[in-house]
T-cell receptor
Framework: RKEVEQDPGPFNVPEGATVAFNCTYSNSASQSFFWYRQDCRKEPKLLMSVYSSGNEDGRFTAQLNRASQYISLLIRDSKLSDSATYLCVVNGDSGNTPLVFGKGTRLSVIA | NAGVTQTPKFQVLKTGQSMTLQCAQDMNHNSMYWYRQDPGMGLRLIYYSASEGTTDKGEVPNGYNVSRLNKREFSLRLESAAPSQTSVYFC????????????????FGNGTRLTVT
């Protein structure tokens, strides 16, 4: 099982829609979880950290399910500017190894 | 506030040539990283430096060497470039918090687009 797996998409959604992405990780010892956003031909940028109790930042909600070893990202009221690739990021094989990136899920928000 | 600065932004090499990618950060971060990103492969870690004076191999280190010149700078060297090293290279840094170096998010540079012909 790969360390971090994401559905590559693309997810094509209309403006205003709600869309959710899941990401599964292989190591139950992982401690750190993040969602990054990457625009075409740009560097990845931190979207939000993911906390055990779940957390929200405006239209974005992140959740962690340790029992099933997945994290999720929910985007409400999608905007055209949300179109990007969303990368799931997790600690490596042990808690003290560098972060591992998923291959990303591509989102296109359509007018 | 520059953050992480990479040079050059673009480079074309012929097979067998060598070059060094430069990276500097002004955020006083202890940890620095080099990733490569290829279509369909995602970001893969080449080398990292947990702190000044240390370097470790990542997932795909073959064909590369690194130098942690000081706390600010972390360079990546291709001694004999191959077409398989055509990629986008990202340098990143992160802040050390407590005993676990990798709880913190990464801050990326703008990337270097390298083509090896």
């Amino acid at each position: 099982r790969k360390e971090v797996e994401q559905d590559p998409g693309p997810f094509n959604v209309p403006e205003g829609a709600t869309v959710a992405f899941n990401c599964t990780y292989s190591n139950s010892a992982s401690q750190s979880f993040f969602w990054y956003r990457q625009d075409c031909r740009k560097e990845p940028k931190l979207l939000m950290s993911v906390y055990s109790s779940g957390n929200e930042d405006g239209r974005f909600t992140a959740q962690l399910n340790r029992a099933s070893q997945y994290i999720s990202l929910l985007i409400r009221d999608s905007k055209l500017s949300d179109s990007a690739t969303y990368l799931c990021v997790v600690n490596g094989d042990s808690g003290n190894t560098p972060l591992v990136f998923g291959k990303g899920t591509r989102l296109s928000v359509i007018a | 506030n520059a953050g992480v600065t990479q040079t050059p932004k673009f480079q074309v090499l012929k097979t067998g040539q060598s070059m060094t990618l430069q990276c500097a950060q002004d955020m006083n971060h202890n940890s620095m990283y080099w990733y490569r990103q290829d279509p369909g492969m995602g970001l893969r870690l080449i080398y990292y430096s947990a702190s000044e004076g240390t370097t470790d191999k990542g997932e795909v280190p073959n064909g590369y060497n690194v130098s942690r010149l000081n706390k600010r700078e972390f360079s990546l060297r291709l001694e004999s470039a191959a077409p398989s090293q055509t990629s986008v290279y990202f340098c990143a840094s992160s802040e050390v918090t407590g005993a676990n170096y990798y709880n913190s998010p990464l801050h990326f540079g703008n990337g270097t687009r390298l083509t090896v012909t």
